[in-house]
């Protein structure tokens, strides 16, 4: 069973800095894509960055340039490094992956549980 626990959220002032981080578990052999998400109160989530594992990396417009996604494929990690933090960036942010291959099968997809950020102004 693939597994994705998230770490890294909690509160911080506006301009601040965190840095996310998904750590994939499970007999893994690859995994084609991750991607963080994030859901703020009342709204539908969105892609915020998604990153291959050749390396090509996706961001929504709202975060380039504050954002930078990374990923270890030697340790099944992927990174979300947030700067010039925004009160409009406080919400729960996901990770994600697809096209995971394990020991005992292919998972088309998989979600961690989120962990929150909160900005302060």
């Known amino acids: 069973q693939v597994q994705l626990v998230e770490s890294g959220g909690g509160l911080v002032q506006a301009g601040g800095s965190l840095r996310l981080s998904c ?13 963080w998400y994030r859901q703020a109160p009342g709204k ?19 975060v380039k340039g504050r954002f930078t996604i990374s990923r270890d494929n030697a340790k ?4 979300l490094q947030i700067n010039s933090l925004k009160p ?8 994600n992956a697809r096209g995971v291959v394990t020991g ?18």
Do not use: K
């Not at 409009?88 to 990770?95: F, I, L, N, P, R």
């Open 23 to 35: 750590a994939a578990s499970g007999s893994i052999f690859s995994i084609n894509y991750m991607g």
């Open 88 to 95: 409009e960036d406080t919400a729960v942010y996901y990770c």
């Open 104 to 121: 005992q099968g292919a998972h088309p997809e998989v979600w961690g549980q989120g962990t929150l950020v909160t900005v302060s102004s």
């Open 76 to 79: 099944n990690t992927m990174y």
């Open 44 to 62: 539908q989530r969105e892609l915020v960055a998604g990153i291959t594992e050749g390396g090509s990396r996706n961001y929504a417009d709202s």
